[in-house]
């Protein structure tokens, strides 16, 4: 279980299990979200949820799709800032992943 900021004061946290950062990779909820400029603003926030309500439409909802929704996307907390850090999470939580691998790889 991770936890990230959602304000630069630090009063206001949110935790993301392994699940949640495995459904964005999954559905690739960050690919083409940000802008050139690589700044996270509301606006950036609004087009994830306008994204996964999309995919939430479509059919039968995942249900991890669904509990990444509730528990991290959609929550009160979650503002700009908490998904300018949920992003850099994910980052962190990938090159651990891929380490790990290249690890496994070179043991065999």
Not at 39 to 57: A, C, D, G, H, M
Not at 69 to 82: L, N, P, R, W, Y
Not at 94 to 99: A, W
Request: proline share 2%; aromatic share 6%.
């Amino acid at each position: 279980m991770y936890t990230i900021l959602c304000n630069l004061k630090g009063s206001r946290k949110l935790s993301v299990s392994e699940t949640h950062l495995n459904t964005i990779e999954h559905y690739a909820l960050f690919s083409d979200l940000l802008d050139s400029n690589g700044i996270v603003e509301e606006s950036v926030l609004e087009k994830l949820r306008l994204n996964v309500r999309s995919l939430l439409s479509n059919g039968e909802p995942d249900p991890q799709l669904v509990d990444l929704c509730e528990q991290v996307i959609f929550h009160s907390d979650m503002k700009a800032f908490g998904l300018h850090q949920l992003i850099l999470l994910f980052i962190d939580w990938e090159k651990e992943k891929l380490d790990a691998l290249k690890e496994s790889l070179k043991t065999e």
